[in-house]
């Protein structure tokens, strides 16, 4: 069976690391700003490097705020990748005064003061309750995270300076601050694991 | 616990692995993609890319091992050489790299930086720095035009700036180390760390573990090294064996 992944093109993300990473789990990936596909695809993924401004930006001139979070409110597979993440909380420290998607009701914070920022590496997550395959080494390049998960959400956790959410899942919804995409075998294991899950696709 | 990184450069031309003492002397070291493969099940941590070509045929060609690279490399891909705009750094990010590395360019025209990192942002702008001792005074100088050139510019003062305009990272060789084996420049990495907060990839000079460890020690975050990994004088897994036992944390 063909696993079909639309991955949001938001302007500044890593799609072609992105969608290679799929493909080498043997899905069919397609880069796309289109509403219907961001609606109707099996999986989609919210990838994103950049600021919170600019992703969020390029959200609302795609018209795809009010699609994303329809999809999520239906339970459609959802993968979100760091910026992409950060994008699904309500707002950042990063760009004050914009508005996020609100899917996850919290703010991101800047990292702590006493650490070299972006930070930029491996460094271990701690799978808590979540589906992650176990703990591991994932590759972060972030400056912002999110400190805390709000109730009914499953995570996991890393710790630079603090601890912060590493990852955050409900339902076939699932947000990491790393990247799968280029954590090794350990992220690949994760994608396999999401794209399983999320099997069924999404419920009518 | 964030990690320190060990990471293998990869110079290429035409599609081909080349070495030497940087732009001279080249000789033909292998296929990228191979190579790639072969240092990330060793454990790489990331692989940086160095395009050496001088003609436009070799860009293109560049960006063709770049995205056949990405096809198989599932760990952190930096690009550089020859990124001069925008279109530069978005060619490079559209083949597959995940971060770019800007040197000459920048140090003519700084707001290149600042460009970058709003149009791709901060995480995906490495500046290079090739820095060289003063011949004469204290500190170093920004080199470029492989150190043919010396600008006059203050290397610190330079990474600094650089944070300012908005890189995210420092990739930060020692010309004077550059391939003798002799280990990184640790009074440069150390001057380099207390300027700015940006994680810095020392370069230049490594010839094993102890030399790895007292870049860590002076404050760099990651170290690089190309030419004792393409020899296998050692491999990526023994260097990491080597770091953990000597009690740096590494992804095993």
Same mark, same amino acid.
């Given at each position: 069976?063909?696993?079909?992944? &639309?991955?949001?093109?938001?302007?500044? &993300?890593?799609? &072609?690391?992105? !969608?290679?990473?799929?493909?080498?789990?043997?899905?069919? !990936?397609?880069?796309?700003?289109?509403?219907?596909? @961001?609606?109707?695809?099996?999986? @989609?993924?919210?990838?994103?490097?950049? !600021?919170?401004?600019?992703?969020?930006?390029a959200l609302r001139s795609l018209g795809l705020e009010e699609t994303l979070r329809k999809r999520i409110d239906r339970g459609g597979p959802v993968l979100a990748i760091c910026l992409g993440m950060q994008l699904l909380c309500s707002g950042s420290d990063e760009s004050p005064g914009v508005e996020g998607?609100?899917?996850?009701?919290?703010?991101?914070?800047?990292?702590? &003061?006493?650490?070299? @920022?972006p930070q930029f590496g491996w460094n271990m997550v701690h799978r808590g309750n979540t589906s992650l395959p176990d703990d591991g080494y994932a590759y972060y390049a972030n400056s912002f995270c999110l400190a805390n998960a709000p109730e009914g959400w499953k995570h996991a956790t890393t710790t630079y300076g603090s601890p912060f959410v590493a990852a955050i899942e409900r339902g076939s919804l699932l947000a990491c601050q790393f990247h799968p995409e280029l954590s090794g075998s350990w992220g690949a294991r994760l994608l396999e694991g999401w794209l399983s899950r999320s099997e069924a696709g999404i419920p009518c | 616990m964030l990690t320190r990184r060990v990471i293998p450069c990869l110079d290429i031309r035409d599609g081909r692995v080349v070495k030497g003492v940087r732009f001279s002397g080249l000789r033909d070291a292998g296929d990228p993609v191979e190579q790639a493969s072969r240092y990330e099940r060793a454990g790489a941590d990331e692989i940086v890319i160095l395009? *050496?070509?001088?003609?436009?045929?070799?860009?293109?060609?560049?960006? /063709?091992? *770049?995205?056949?690279?990405? /096809?198989?490399?599932?760990?952190?891909?930096?690009?550089?050489?020859?990124?001069?705009?925008?279109?530069?750094?978005?060619?490079?990010?559209?083949?597959?790299?995940?971060?770019?590395?800007?040197?000459?360019?920048?140090?003519?025209?700084?707001?290149?930086?600042?460009?970058? +990192?709003?149009?791709?942002?901060?995480?995906? *702008? *490495?500046?290079?720095?090739?820095?060289?001792?003063?011949?004469?005074? /204290?500190? $170093?100088?920004?080199?470029?035009?492989?150190?043919?050139?010396?600008?006059?510019?203050?290397?610190? +003062? $330079?990474?600094?700036?650089?944070?300012?305009?908005?890189?995210?990272e420092v990739l930060l060789t020692s010309w004077d180390r550059d391939g003798t084996g002799e280990g990184y420049d640790l009074d440069l990495l150390r001057a380099t760390s207390a300027a700015?907060?940006?994680?810095?990839?020392?370069?230049?000079?490594?010839?094993?573990?102890?030399?790895?460890?007292?870049?860590?020690?002076?404050?760099?975050?990651?170290?690089? +090294?190309?030419?004792?990994?393409?020899?296998a004088v050692t491999s990526v897994a023994d260097i990491k064996a080597q770091l953990a036992r000597a009690g740096t944390e590494v992804r095993l």
């Open positions: 069976m063909t696993r079909d992944v &639309a991955i949001i093109a938001t302007g500044t &993300a890593n799609t &072609a690391s992105v !969608s290679a990473a799929f493909r080498r789990c043997g899905c069919t !990936s397609r880069i796309t700003t289109d509403r219907a596909e @961001v609606r109707e695809t099996g999986r @989609v993924v919210l990838p994103g490097v950049g !600021s919170f401004e600019a992703g969020m930006a998607l609100g899917v996850i009701d919290a703010d991101v914070r800047r990292l702590d &003061a006493d650490v070299r @920022v | 395009d *050496v070509s001088a003609t436009p045929q070799g860009r293109d060609t560049a960006t /063709e091992t *770049v995205a056949a690279v990405r /096809e198989v490399l599932s760990i952190p891909l930096t690009v550089g050489g020859g990124v001069r705009s925008l279109d530069d750094a978005q060619r490079l990010l559209s083949a597959g790299a995940d971060k770019v590395g800007v040197n000459s360019a920048a140090i003519s025209r700084p707001s290149l930086l600042a460009d970058l +990192a709003r149009r791709v942002g901060t995480q995906c *702008v *490495v500046v290079a720095i090739d820095a060289a001792r003063r011949p004469d005074s /204290e500190g $170093w100088e920004v080199v470029t035009r492989s150190g043919t050139t010396r600008t006059g510019i203050d290397a610190i +003062a $330079w990474a600094a700036d650089a944070e300012r305009l908005g890189a995210g700015t907060r940006l994680p810095i990839i020392a370069s230049g000079g490594a010839s094993g573990a102890p030399h790895m460890l007292d870049a860590f020690n002076a404050g760099a975050d990651a170290v690089l +090294a190309a030419s004792i990994f393409h020899d």
